[in-house]
């Protein structure tokens, strides 16, 4: 069977380590991907890096894996957060989906005048980043906070951090362009919602010593594309794609 299968474990692995998976995870790996005993899957626990596991033992609700070797050494995906405010539940999943292939290592939901969807669900969040990661050999985790007004949220931002929002009135220089003149490595990103900013938000934002506006382009991009824009953007020259 192809090794191409991936699992987080959430707790140490190292060598010769036996240890069951959990029934949402046996069910998955027993009844969807058809494991058997001695069919082998990779493994990463967010802190030791990425391991290849045999399947060890099987039974009707549990099933044990063995750790061998290492296959990848931990990597810490670079520093950019992306903060961006709530959509409907399938362009959020989307969302958190994409900032997780795209090496984005803390995601902070905000929510601002516009925000229209109020529904949110970290725990699903999470999942979703689980899921991506697994997919896309990443070997850790993003950090999902919990969710805060975008006011409250720049009352308490640490100042070292640039955070570049995303102008959707297309009034302030090209993100490609700031990126080339500051390759800040403690760097933001701020997406709003469908709607946009508010005037007051745009006001409060480009007063701030540490936002600068920035856009993606000629056209205006909607909030879950503009997401995936801007985190290629910076990868592309402030991250780990250089």
Not at 171 to 188: G, M, V
Request: proline share 6%.
């Amino acid at each position: 069977m192809s090794k191409s299968f991936r699992l987080y474990i959430a707790e140490p692995l190292t060598p010769k380590k036996t240890l069951p998976l959990t029934d949402e995870q046996s069910h998955y790996l027993k009844n969807v991907v058809k494991y058997t005993p001695n069919d082998k899957l990779y493994c990463f626990d967010n802190q030791n890096g990425e391991f290849l596991c045999d399947v060890v033992e099987q039974t009707k609700k549990q099933t044990l894996i063995q750790v061998k070797e290492q296959t990848k050494p931990f990597y810490a995906c670079p520093d950019i957060w992306l903060l961006f405010c709530p959509l409907k539940k399938d362009k959020t999943d989307f969302v958190i989906e994409k900032a997780t292939e795209l090496g984005c290592r803390t995601i902070l939901p905000v929510i601002s005048q516009y925000t229209n969807c109020t529904s949110i669900k970290i725990e699903r969040y999470m999942a979703q980043s689980i899921e991506a990661a697994e997919q896309c050999r990443r070997t850790d985790l993003p950090l999902i906070e919990q969710p805060q007004k975008l006011t409250d949220m720049l009352k308490s931002w640490d100042s070292s951090r640039t955070l570049y929002f995303m102008d959707e009135t297309l009034e302030s220089a090209p993100f490609f362009d700031l990126l080339q003149q500051e390759k800040n490595h403690k760097t933001a990103i701020l997406i709003g919602p469908e709607g946009g900013f508010s005037e007051h938000e745009l006001t409060l934002l480009r007063t701030l010593p540490f936002a600068k506006g920035a856009t993606l382009g000629p056209r205006i991009l909607r909030a879950e594309t503009a997401v995936a824009a801007a985190l290629s953007c910076w990868q592309l020259i402030a991250g780990d794609w250089r």
